[in-house]
């Protein structure tokens, strides 16, 4: 089967940074995405690694090791609109569909 | 502008009613997908379509039913058979990169 394990909440100060991190499981792997889920709003896609190394996009920051199964979520300079759920997910072995992680909820202190 | 666009916003359901949620996208995908969301929770796959007239039953398909006769619409409805509707259900798209999904603003369907 699939499987994404990553924290229920972080709490960060504003200005500081934050890595989300993410586990996987599964039996064939296409790459990591993220996505950012706002409180009453819809998921917005952040990133996507299918290889192994840190892709830099402004703030946000996303890591992919596979040989370890990991991956991570940096956003830097955090701002109070940066709190949110965010989203682990990964394609399944099908190549049919995307399988999410339960969520991390960040929340930001002034 | 391009997108993906779910009505109602909010919908009332009664005890033992079917009801419909719409999702219509101009993005060209072929994928289109129902997730249900429930509050502090993940995302649920409940249906998916790769192409017209194709679709396949989800993590939680029971209690649901889609239809795929349009490229751009991929309606979802709730039957009396499901007895928890209350959620937020989003729908999305993808294109040839299936891991970058756009959302619609979602549902929230709540029973009376």
Known sequence: ?110 | DGGITQSPKYLFRKEGQNVTLSCEQNLNHDAMYWYRQDPGQGLRLIYYSQIVNDFQKGDIAEGYSVSREKKESFPLTVTSAQKNPTAFYLCASSGTTKETQYFGPGTRLLVL
């Open chain 1, 1 to 110: 089967g699939q499987s994404l394990e990553q924290p229920s909440e972080v709490t960060a100060v504003e200005g500081a940074i934050v890595q989300i991190n993410c586990t996987y499981q599964t039996s064939g792997f296409y790459g990591l995405s993220w996505y950012q889920q706002h409180d009453g709003g819809a998921p917005t896609f952040l990133s996507y690694n299918a290889l192994d190394g840190l892709e830099e996009t402004g703030r946000f920051s996303s890591f992919l090791s596979r040989s370890d199964s990991y991956g991570y979520l940096l956003l830097q300079e955090l701002q109070m609109k940066d709190s949110a759920s965010y989203f682990c997910a990964v394609m399944s072995s099908s190549a049919s569909k995307i399988i999410f992680g339960s969520g991390t909820r960040l929340s930001i202190r002034p």
